[in-house]
């Protein structure tokens, strides 16, 4: 009942375990996650999500929606038609609500990278593609990613390092833990099919049917102001930890390098 994609912060898993080692022993400077995702049939091939953007220092953010707008207009000369945001929807299955972007929970390897002053890159091709168009695209965006990180490697090294030393500066700053988007946003051309919203024979809830011989462009709306949701004030001195939840606890900060 472990889920290795969803284990990154609480490590339970041998496996995550193993592989939190080897982002320690490594330190990489960028990390790429590489998914297929389901849901709605639309044109669009690959999203590609990063992180720090919304969140981390400002030097960061700054590279990485630099990085991000990079990636979608190499994608873009290559062939593909990349998304900078998750596409799923708002309200499940109801395309008409569009899209909130975010910043992903450190169990998450996109959440849990950014904590460390790195870059997460989650790339996400659509299973309605054929494996020939999931295979291009995802080469494509990891030959990118070398190609950039080849570029810009040193520069961020530099900005990562900046970061980690205002880590240890924050006591008694506020810390955001959480984030959300915020306001109404604003419209976004998507390029999906034509669809019907009918009650399904089976459940009687609606149901979307999407027609593939017929592309449409979608006017929805995305949220992409994204804010701290949820902020503490960090400990002016550390934190105290119960006898009791010494042993494990002290293995858990050990398996993350902290």
């Known amino acids: 009942n472990y889920n290795l994609n969803r284990d990154y912060a609480k490590a339970q898993t041998t496996e995550m375990r193993s592989m939190l080692g080897l982002i320690n022993r490594w330190d990489p400077i960028i990390y790429a996650d590489l998914h297929v995702t389901d849901g709605a049939q639309f044109e669009h091939d690959v999203s590609v999500t990063l992180e720090p953007v919304y969140s981390g220092s400002a030097e960061l953010r700054t590279a990485g929606l630099a990085l991000r707008t990079l990636l979608m207009q190499r994608l873009t000369d290559q062939g593909s038609r990349p998304l900078p945001f998750y596409p799923s929807f708002i309200d499940y299955d109801n395309p008409a609500s569009g899209f909130d972007a975010g910043v992903a929970q450190p169990r998450f390897s996109t959440g849990y990278m950014p904590l460390r002053n790195r870059f997460g890159v989650l790339v996400e091709t659509h299973s309605w ?130």
């Open 129 to 258: 593609k054929d494996y020939k168009t999931r295979v291009r695209v995802t080469r494509n965006t990891i030959i990118d990613l070398i190609e950039a990180t080849a570029a810009q490697g040193q520069a961020w090294l530099k900005l990562a390092q900046q970061a980690d030393s205002h880590a240890g500066e924050i006591a008694g700053a506020s810390v955001p833990l959480a984030y959300a988007a915020q306001g109404e946003g604003h419209l976004v051309d998507f390029r999906g099919y034509a669809y019907t919203r009918t009650p399904s024979a089976i459940s009687g809830a609606l149901a979307t049917r999407y027609d593939e011989s017929k592309p449409q462009i979608w006017k929805i709306p995305l949220r992409d102001d994204v804010q701290p949701s949820l902020s503490v004030a960090a400990p002016g001195a550390g934190y105290i930890v119960p006898a009791a939840h010494a042993q494990w606890m002290a293995e858990r900060l050990e398996v993350h390098a902290i």
